[in-house]
């Protein structure tokens, strides 16, 4: 089949690809990786996952070198956290060598979905796991299927590396105190919906979520993490309720190799205003610049990007971290995996 996919025009969106992969658990242990073409699962409609949210997910990229060869960022690092996931809503764990050879499975048979080296665009890969079969009650499914589906996606900045509004507002949470906020469960964005699309309504990116249990310090934006700068130090909540993201796990090292203090604490939300740069970081963007947090409910504004450009340590940071996922820059950490 001939590719007409222009590159240019990707959004971050689904496209049906090729080939997916399953593999399901029956009788306490994982069947064999199973190849499909079919978009549709068939699941019981009394599955845990339908009812209770006993679901996870992951999200991780492939992209095209300058020497045409794919790399996979951080692969096992995405098996062990969907690991911690499944220990934190009670799911069979996937083992980390049968989530690696399925991910590459899913790219290999769809590789002529991973866009060229320079188009901006990449491979996004997305395993799930469901907890299925005819339950009522309240308690861990017996079975379960995992599942690996990609689709290419755009640059996430369409309009080059831009930095973005965000804002704070205290009425709405997107997990407990010692809640899920620390996994990677679909029920923690089904939360955070409202407080969400009220947010882009009003022209923001995201919400910044304070921790829930005293509003005082800062937890995370929506679906990626929060990090600032201020003389030369990089800056980033530590939190019960944020998910431990790989983005700002990778972020953090470079940030030490570029010479930077990095400090993971608790951080008051009366310290925006001291910082010179904050962003976003996660696997779809890798980095958002943040122009400006708007506190909606303290009638403050913090303003970090006055003439619409990223800072320099946030461009720097983002430029070293896609050059080490193309494989531009060396891999000194053993994050990509070649296929
Ligand atoms: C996935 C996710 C992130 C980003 O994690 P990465 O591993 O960097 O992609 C941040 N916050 C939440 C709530 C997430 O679900």
Redesign the pocket.
Known sequence: MENTINWSELSFGYMKTDYNIRCYYRNGKWGELEISSAETINVHISSTCLHYGQEAF???KAFRGKDGRIRIF?LG??AR?LQESSRGIMMAEMPTDKFEEAVLTAVRLNERFVPPYGSGASLYIRPLLLGLGALIGVKPADEYVFIVFVSPVGPYFKTGFKPAPVCIMRNYD?AAPLGT?NI?VGG??AASLVAGSKAQAGGYAAVLYLDPKEKRFLD??????FFAIRENTYITPASNS????????SLIQLAEDMGLTVERRPIPVAELESFEEAAE????AVITPISRIDDLDENRSYVYSKDGNPGVTCEKLYRTLSAVQTGDLADNYGWVTVL
Request: hydrophobic content about 20%; overall charge positive; charged content about 25%.
């Open positions: 992951e999200g991780l951080r690092d995405n956290r997107r906020g990677k923690n964005y995370e934006c929506g679906p990626a993490n944020i998910l431990p993201s790989i983005t700002n796990k970081c996660g696997t779809a």
